[in-house]
Every structure is written in structure tokens, then in C-alpha cells.
């Protein structure tokens, strides 16, 4: 669910733009949104995490099968480029050919996700229950704090009070917190039916925010310099994962690397298996030649990115200075895309 809602506001974004034909402001953010997690969100969970823990551990098992995935991912990405670069340039109909290819493989890479799902849910949900109960853990924790609250107060009016009959002077204790006041611990929440309102109104304010940000995308390129590749793969995927990026660092200093991990890598694998492939598929009903190929370098740089991820996790163990090396790959790729011309990433 973290990582399913941390991607909704990108993905409004993405179909916004891939409206609009800016298909390479798309397809860099759907890569900037896999390096932002796998490097740049991972990075800091390991070294806020390492910084107050000397190792933190976590399910082995689930990062093994999170590396997989992103292996298959890479591979999604990486077969197009190969493919179109084995070809001569002279082919013919060579463009239509790497976009039949991407949307066929697109539509294998849903069905993987699906798989994934039913694998996470249902055959194998008890390997993801740690990261569940975290979860859980972390959205009742204010709650929690509230009623722990409430306790202590009362148990000091009962020995003042034991105290008064004794001949003591009375002293009055204020309430720690509003539940004092009635001596109740009750929470509301909201119904199925306001909750689904409330993320229909913040869903229908985002397109229109994302409606304008994607319409003043050529003004920023020409005042700032910079090119589309670079706005859509470090600013996009940065603003628009904010409040995700947040909730990772927060669990990872609490020790909860299970949840923390999953909302990094499980919103990679989500962005690289369902959302780009969906895109595709969009872009086939909209007749926008949307496709997996991305240039050379960016799927080297997709490659180096999951290659030293993968290696890092798969020990079911992190520390600081592994987060300092994910980081460090992000700066070095964050520089490198600041001078990459749009030209190019076609």
C-alpha cells in the first residue's frame, strides 16, 4: 500500500505527459523514479538506520526475491536496446518493430507483477507478514502513545487521592492529553465511503496540479537550462516521492528495516514491472508510440543501478556505509544526467 500510493501522484503525472507526447520526460521519470528508490531513498534508510544501530537486519528471503525481480525488470529495459542496436539502421519498419516488441513484453511484465502479487498475498504471505505488522505498528504508534498517556494521570489522582484522606493537601493534575478530559482512549476514523471521497478530491486536485506542472515543463528547460531528461529523472521522481522517501527513513530509524526496505525496493519494482509496462499499454490505446527502449546509457545506468543494489541486499544485512555507497552512485548518475543532452535520449 506504501509503495502503491507513494507512485499514484507520478503515475497521474506520467499519463498527463504521455498526453501531451512528452515521451522523454516520461520515460525519464519512470527511470528516475527506480533510481530514486533503489539508490537515493535506500541510501539514506541504510545510513540513518546504521548511524543510531551498528547492523540492522532484515528478511533475507524477501530481498532475494525483491532481487529477482529487479533482475527481470533490468532485463525488460535492457532486451529492447540490445534489440534495436543488433539491427541494421536500414531495417525496415525498424521503429515499429521495437514498439511491437516493447508492448508484447510489457504485457508479459503485467502478468509477472500479478504473479508477484498473488505470490506476496497468497502462497507466501507469511513471508511478508514481518513488514505488514510494521506497517501496522507504525500507524497505531500515535495512537498508542495517546492511551500510555492517559494511564500514568490516573494512576496519579488515585494515590493523591489515598493521599487527601490521609489529611495531605489536595493537588490538582492537569491532563497530559484531550482523552484525559473524558477518561476515554477513543479514536475515530474515517468510513470506506468518506475515505474513498477524500482520495477522490486529493486524486482530482493532483491532475490538475500535474496538469500544470507538465504544461510548464518547456518553459523551466528554456529559462533553467536544463533538459527534460534531467527534470524527469532527479526533480520529478524526488517532489513527487517526497512523502514515501519520508516514511522509509522514519521506519529505517526505528529499526523496522523490513517496512523500510519494502517501500524502497517494492516501489522500484512497482514503477519497472507495472507502472512503465501500463504506460505502454496507454500509450498503444492513445496511438503514442510509448516503448520499453530507453538509450544506452540509461540502461547501463538502470543496470549498474540494480546490479549494486542487489549485492547489497542480498546478505539480509545493512549498515551506513553501504548507504553511503548507494548515495554516492546516485550523486555520480545525478552529474553525469545534468550533462546528458535531450538529443540523445531518443
Same mark, same amino acid.
Given at each position: 500500500?506504501?509503495?502503491?500510493? @507513494?507512485?499514484?501522484?507520478?503515475?497521474?503525472?506520467?499519463?498527463?505527459?504521455?498526453?501531451?507526447?512528452?515521451?522523454?520526460?516520461?520515460?525519464?521519470?519512470?527511470? @528516475?523514479?527506480?533510481?530514486?528508490?533503489?539508490?537515493?531513498?535506500?541510501?539514506?534508510?541504510?545510513?540513518?538506520?546504521?548511524?543510531?544501530?551498528?547492523?540492522?537486519?532484515?528478511?533475507?528471503?524477501?530481498?532475494?526475491?525483491?532481487?529477482?525481480?529487479?533482475?527481470?525488470?533490468?532485463? #525488460?529495459?535492457?532486451?529492447?536496446?540490445?534489440?534495436?542496436?543488433?539491427?541494421?539502421?536500414?531495417?525496415?519498419?525498424?521503429?515499429?518493430?521495437?514498439?511491437?516488441?516493447?508492448?508484447?513484453?510489457?504485457?508479459?511484465?503485467?502478468?509477472?507483477?500479478?504473479?508477484?502479487?498473488?505470490?506476496?498475498? @497468497?502462497?507466501?504471505?507469511?513471508?511478508?507478514?514481518?513488514?505488514?505488522?510494521?506497517?501496522?505498528?507504525?500507524?497505531?504508534?500515535?495512537?498508542?502513545? #495517546?492511551?500510555?498517556?492517559?494511564?500514568?494521570?490516573?494512576?496519579?489522582?488515585?494515590?493523591?487521592?489515598?493521599?487527601?484522606?490521609?489529611?495531605?493537601?489536595?493537588?490538582?493534575?492537569?491532563?497530559?492529553?484531550?482523552?484525559?478530559?473524558?477518561?476515554?482512549?477513543?479514536?475515530?476514523?474515517?468510513?470506506?465511503?468518506?475515505?474513498?471521497?477524500?482520495?477522490?478530491?486529493?486524486?482530482?486536485?493532483?491532475?490538475?496540479?500535474?496538469?500544470?506542472?507538465? @504544461?510548464?515543463?518547456?518553459?523551466?528547460?528554456?529559462?533553467?537550462?536544463?533538459?527534460?531528461?534531467?527534470?524527469?529523472?532527479?526533480?520529478?521522481?524526488?517532489?513527487?516521492?517526497?512523502?514515501?522517501?519520508?516514511?522509509?527513513?522514519?521506519?529505517?530509524?526505528?529499526?523496522?528495516?523490513?517496512?523500510?526496505?519494502?517501500?524502497?525496493?517494492?516501489?522500484?519494482?512497482?514503477?519497472?514491472?507495472?507502472?512503465?509496462?501500463?504506460?505502454?499499454?496507454? #500509450?498503444?490505446?492513445?496511438?503514442?508510440?510509448?516503448?520499453?527502449?530507453?538509450?544506452?546509457?540509461?540502461?547501463?545506468?538502470?543496470?549498474?543501478?540494480?546490479?549494486?543494489?542487489?549485492?547489497?541486499?542480498?546478505?539480509?544485512?545493512?549498515?551506513?556505509?553501504?548507504?553511503?555507497?548507494?548515495?554516492?552512485?546516485?550523486?555520480?548518475?545525478?552529474?553525469?544526467?545534468?550533462?546528458?543532452?535531450?538529443?540523445?535520449?531518443?
Amino acid at each position: 500500500m506504501n509503495a502503491t500510493f @507513494g507512485n499514484a501522484v507520478e503515475v497521474i503525472v506520467s499519463i498527463i505527459a504521455l498526453k501531451q507526447n512528452q515521451i522523454t520526460m516520461v520515460q525519464a521519470s519512470m527511470l @528516475g523514479s527506480i533510481l530514486s528508490n533503489l539508490l537515493l531513498v535506500l541510501g539514506c534508510c541504510f545510513v540513518v538506520g546504521g548511524a543510531r544501530f551498528k547492523t540492522q537486519l532484515f528478511n533475507q528471503t524477501v530481498a532475494q526475491t525483491m532481487s529477482s525481480l529487479l533482475a527481470l525488470s533490468v532485463i #525488460g529495459l535492457l532486451l529492447p536496446a540490445a534489440f534495436k542496436a543488433s539491427l541494421p539502421a536500414k531495417t525496415e519498419y525498424l521503429e515499429d518493430k521495437v514498439l511491437e516488441f516493447s508492448r508484447g513484453t510489457s504485457i508479459i511484465l503485467l502478468v509477472v507483477y500479478c504473479f508477484y502479487l498473488y505470490f506476496q498475498l @497468497g502462497t507466501h504471505r507469511e513471508l511478508f507478514e514481518d513488514a505488514a505488522a510494521e506497517e501496522a505498528e507504525e500507524d497505531e504508534s500515535a495512537i498508542e502513545t #495517546g492511551i500510555t498517556s492517559t494511564v500514568e494521570p490516573a494512576e496519579e489522582r488515585s494515590s493523591l487521592s489515598r493521599a487527601d484522606s490521609h489529611g495531605r493537601a489536595s493537588i490538582v493534575t492537569r491532563p497530559k492529553t484531550i482523552y484525559d478530559l473524558d477518561g476515554s482512549a477513543e479514536n475515530t476514523h474515517l468510513g470506506p465511503i468518506s475515505s474513498s471521497i477524500v482520495l477522490l478530491l486529493c486524486t482530482i486536485f493532483v491532475s490538475i496540479s500535474a496538469d500544470y506542472l507538465v @504544461g510548464s515543463i518547456d518553459d523551466i528547460v528554456e529559462s533553467s537550462g536544463l533538459s527534460k531528461t534531467f527534470i524527469g529523472l532527479i526533480v520529478i521522481p524526488i517532489v513527487g516521492n517526497a512523502a514515501e522517501h519520508v516514511t522509509a527513513v522514519v521506519v529505517a530509524y526505528k529499526n523496522k528495516m523490513d517496512l523500510a526496505v519494502g517501500v524502497a525496493i517494492g516501489s522500484s519494482i512497482q514503477i519497472a514491472i507495472f507502472v512503465t509496462p501500463f504506460l505502454v499499454l496507454i #500509450g498503444w490505446i492513445f496511438q503514442i508510440p510509448m516503448s520499453l527502449y530507453f538509450s544506452t546509457y540509461e540502461t547501463a545506468v538502470m543496470f549498474v543501478a540494480v546490479f549494486i543494489t542487489n549485492y547489497l541486499i542480498l546478505d539480509g544485512e545493512s549498515n551506513w556505509l553501504e548507504g553511503a555507497m548507494l548515495l554516492s552512485t546516485y550523486a555520480i548518475i545525478g552529474i553525469s544526467f545534468y550533462f546528458y543532452p535531450d538529443t540523445l535520449a531518443v
